[in-house]
């Protein structure tokens, strides 16, 4: 624009010095004085009329170029000046209003992309996207922490290079070469351990039914498989404890049906047998029901004021008896007037299924103590024995349900397996925890951490 002006200027100066230069040439000396006025003059004129053109014209033009430079470099909040209302002020408002639609468009489409990449790295699921030619070109989060993939590595790789399941693989090749979706379940080694993936792989078809690559989607259901296995396992150990006492139950009854019922001292035996076996299935249901309701999302608990130092003393009167049977030393070792806020009745029942175990556990002439002591805004309840412990390979697995560690002793003594598994629960609920140091043949130490509010 700048070019422009030299040029016109250029031109008007060089075509009124040869008017003037023709007309001194005819006229002759006399009328230079009269020329060289008429020249300033015109060229006063001339200034004036070529300053308003660039004002009206020039300028604006300039301010347009300018602005669809900026627009074109990706500036969308550049703005071309409006002064006028003629043609040129018209497409200076046109060049506007197309900069304030790209500016609206582009915060649109970033927003989308925020949107859109956000939703990506956080859908819980591992993603990988792959062009028509075969190269990965994108990734997510989850995907680079699950099969420890590098992105500044792998991405723009092929497929079949950059993944090492040989599984995987061919489930993209069968997606490439069907061009229809294919989903499968595989077992895959992540940077942790082997874990239970539901593989989908999905072709990518554009508008124009062109082939843009293939979608792989890995969603993680380990947990629901394990979930699934807790289940089945629940089930079949349900009904392997219903089936020995209803099997002893229609044993002894139809025993007694043909002719044992004559026999008085044999009716008795029959009877208190079945009488402890139907008690035993009481039992289990009233286990079941029990850990049924602490399980449940609603459950609360019936917090107040516990005095837990003589919850303690009465756990310990209750069970005495029956550790003197069995020739047990039981000590009880408490802080006086110790107090926390929980459910005295679930505090009860926790504190009765550690004692209780340690007690079936320990054999004769072994010991048992009952600790409490505070600690640091926490309440520490520790029962120690000297039974027959525990294998270290057991102890993460002695909360799950039904799980036995003597399991002849403990189905002999009346128990369900589903003390310990009530005991974890409930201890939860009180937000505290319960650890477990034990060894094969010295015994066993429960170590309870509650806090007091």
């Not at 926390?340 to 679930?346: K, S, V």
């Amino acid at each position: 624009m700048n070019k422009f002006r030299f040029k016109l200027w250029s031109i008007l100066i060089a075509f009124i010095i040869i008017v003037l230069v023709s007309l001194g040439i005819l006229l002759g000396q006399e009328i230079w004085f009269l020329l060289i006025t008429g020249l300033g003059l015109a060229l006063f004129i001339i200034t004036m009329l070529v300053l308003k053109l660039i004002e009206k014209y020039i300028k604006p033009i300039e301010s347009i170029t300018n602005t669809a430079i900026e627009l074109a470099n990706g500036n969308y909040s550049a703005r071309s000046y409006e002064a006028s209302i003629d043609e040129m002020g018209m497409l200076s408002e046109a060049i506007n209003e197309l900069a304030r639609n790209l500016q609206v468009m582009k915060a649109n489409d970033e927003m989308q992309r925020d949107r859109l990449s956000t939703l990506i790295e956080n859908v819980g699921s591992a993603i990988a996207l792959i062009d028509g030619k075969g190269y990965i070109t994108l990734t997510n989060k989850a995907y680079k922490e699950w099969f420890e993939f590098d992105q500044v590595e792998h991405v723009h790789q092929l497929f079949y290079e950059a993944i090492t399941n040989r599984k995987v693989i061919k489930l993209a090749e069968e997606v490439l070469l069907s061009e229809a979706a294919v989903r499968k379940q595989y077992v895959l080694s992540t940077k942790v351990e082997k874990r239970e993936f539901d593989v989908y792989g999905a072709p990518i078809i554009g508008n124009n039914q062109e082939w843009n690559g293939i979608l792989l989607v890995f969603h993680d259901i380990h947990e629901l498989k394990k979930l699934e296995q807790v289940r089945k396992d629940f089930v079949a150990n349900v009904s392997h404890e219903l089936r020995t006492p209803i099997t002893s139950i229609k044993g002894f009854s139809e025993t007694l049906l043909d002719g044992a019922m004559e026999d008085e001292q044999l009716r008795k035996y029959f009877l208190s047998i079945i009488l402890k076996e139907s008690e035993r299935m009481q039992l289990l249901i009233e286990d079941l029901l029990d850990l049924s309701k602490i399980e449940q999302v609603g459950f609360e608990l019936n917090i107040k004021e516990v005095h837990l130092s003589e919850l303690l003393e009465e756990i310990y009167v209750l069970l005495q008896k029956k550790a003197e049977r069995k020739q047990l030393a039981f000590h009880l070792d408490v802080e006086k007037n110790m107090y926390m806020l929980g459910d005295p009745a679930r505090l009860k029942q926790v504190f009765l299924n550690i004692v209780n175990n340690a007690i079936l556990y320990t054999p004769e002439h072994g010991e048992i103590t009952l600790c409490l002591k505070g600690e640091k805004g926490n309440v520490i309840v520790k029962v120690r024995d000297t039974g027959i412990g525990i294998a270290k390979e057991e102890i993460p697995r002695i909360f799950e349900r039904f799980y036995r560690v003597d399991k002849a002793r403990s189905r002999d003594s009346g128990g369900t397996g589903l003390g310990l598994a009530i005991v974890k629960h409930l201890v939860e609920a009180h937000h505290g925890i319960v650890e477990v140091q034990s060894e094969v043949g010295k015994g066993t130490e429960f170590t309870i951490t509650l806090p007091k509010k």
